[in-house]
């Protein structure tokens, strides 16, 4: 279950908060610093970031700075010794996951980039909101623990997924054609209702995780995760115009709550579930 602790700094303008996913062994720090400065250190894991404002010197290096500036995403492998500090007068706010090695490597190996591929900063100004949620979700403790593994799965979508530019060697039609794609697409039909792990349909589909993303997402446009999200979120608005409630069409459909339903209902429908709720003669979708 996520837990969480908020660790306040002794200025106001100075923050850090700790969230951590007992599932997945994430571990998220969302902190804005101005004048602290880190010793030098390593972790066991990944430490995957995006600066959000400011900018910070990530000080892998004891011979040259390396700086990350707002918008940039950039990652530290396992065991490299670094430190850290912010940058001009202004401070720096900042995500930092922690991300276990074999993770890491298995959410980039299903999109098809490698694991080093943010050693030097990378712009992705888009990906700014996505760590922010994430973080934020980090925060709000064990009743959101049921949404951590799709908040993973699309916040590696946004950052990895963006990096691929590899075109698949088959044509669409021949990959839409395997009939282990079809019946993965099929399950997750049958069961939209409730969320689908990624190992689950993976068996079902006799391929491996990675390789089940890559070819369903060439197939069908969307990968798994998001391909499952739209389907539930299509079942919420089905409820919803049959007269249940927002919270309860959350329940119904595998979300945390009624923000979580909220925030990825908006974003693909463009209104709320309330104003669907309140609507729901409307059948405008």
């Not at 888009?126 to 980090?138: E, G, I, K, T, Y």
Request: charged share 20%; proline share 5%; with cysteine.
């Amino acid at each position: 279950m996520p837990r969480s602790t908020d660790n306040a700094r002794t200025t106001a303008k100075e923050h850090a908060r700790y969230g951590y996913a007992d599932g997945t062994g994430i571990e998220v720090l969302h902190a804005r610093f101005e004048r602290h400065r880190f010793t030098p250190h390593a972790h066991d894991t990944w430490a995957i970031g995006a600066v959000l404002r400011g900018a910070k010197d990530s000080m892998t290096s004891a011979r040259q700075p390396s700086i990350v500036q707002a918008g940039e995403v950039y990652a530290i492998a396992p065991h490299v010794a670094h430190a850290g500090m912010s940058i001009g007068d202004h401070g720096c706010e900042y995500v930092m996951l922690y991300v276990p090695d074999d993770e890491w490597r298995l959410q980039c190996d299903i999109h098809g980039v490698s694991p080093n591929a943010f050693s030097q900063p990378v712009t992705m100004r888009r990906a700014m909101a996505p760590f922010a949620q994430f973080a934020a979700l980090s925060m709000q403790g064990s009743q959101h623990s049921s949404a951590w593994p799709d908040e993973w799965a699309l916040l590696c979508e946004a950052v990895l997924g963006s990096m691929n530019d590899r075109n698949t060697s088959a044509p669409f039609s021949s990959i839409a054609a395997d009939k282990r794609l079809r019946d993965a697409r099929a399950y997750l039909q049958a069961f939209s209702s409730r969320n689908v792990s990624l190992d689950e349909l993976a068996r079902e589909a006799s391929l491996s995780a990675s390789e089940l993303c890559r070819r369903f997402t060439a197939a069908f446009g969307l990968s798994p995760h998001r391909y499952q999200l739209v389907l539930r979120l299509k079942t919420a608005k089905h409820l919803l115009l049959e007269g249940m409630t927002p919270s309860a069409a959350a329940a119904a459909t595998g979300f945390a709550d009624q923000s979580h339903l909220g925030r990825h209902f908006k974003a693909v429908f463009g209104v709320t579930p309330g104003a669907v709720a309140r609507r729901n003669s409307a059948r405008t979708f």
